[in-house]
């Protein structure tokens, strides 16, 4: 009896190990490296006017590119948001190579967040910008961009 338990336990000791180490293998080889040995990430870029007049329609596009290639089969979906009044998603459609695109109109004056949440390769980009609409306070000529964030999906 403990001769039979103690192999059992081998073996679900052995099981363990080499699923562990082909998890990591796996893992490794779903992401690829740049020439200087670190992992390379999709880009997304935000592309939309900075400054909109209320009740128009806009477009906003997101450019998703990994290395020089663009990509056509990432999923992009554009939340957007004005203060604490809760957000909308909307999915975005591929509308040319490595594009992804929305209309939007907006309703009202002030200052929106717009994130492109974008799953492609392997990760999760997040790029986000602001737009001023209308007269809204501190309406500058300029959008701010923060850098795209992105994890892995594991």
């Not at 390379?40 to 590119?65: F, R």
């Not at 594009?99 to 790029?127: C, L, R, W």
């Amino acid at each position: 009896m403990k001769a039979l338990f103690l192999g059992l336990s081998l073996v679900l000791g052995i099981s363990i190990i080499s699923g562990c180490q082909n998890q990591s293998k796996a893992h490794e080889s779903s992401h690829q490296l740049n020439d200087t040995g670190e992992i390379k990430a999709p880009k997304v870029e935000i592309i939309a006017n900075e400054h909109v007049d209320k009740g128009l329609q806009e477009t906003i596009v997101a450019s998703v590119q990994y290395g020089e290639e663009f990509v056509d089969d990432a999923e992009v979906v554009f939340e957007i948001k004005k203060d604490e009044e809760g957000s909308e998603k909307i999915p975005a459609e591929l509308v040319e190579k490595g594009e992804y695109s929305i209309n939007y109109t907006f309703k009202s004056d002030g200052i929106y967040q717009v994130i492109a949440h974008t799953n492609a390769k392997g990760y999760h980009i997040m790029p986000l910008i602001k737009i001023h609409v209308g007269e809204s306070e501190g309406s500058a000529k300029h959008v701010e961009r923060s850098e795209s964030t992105h994890h892995d999906h594991e």
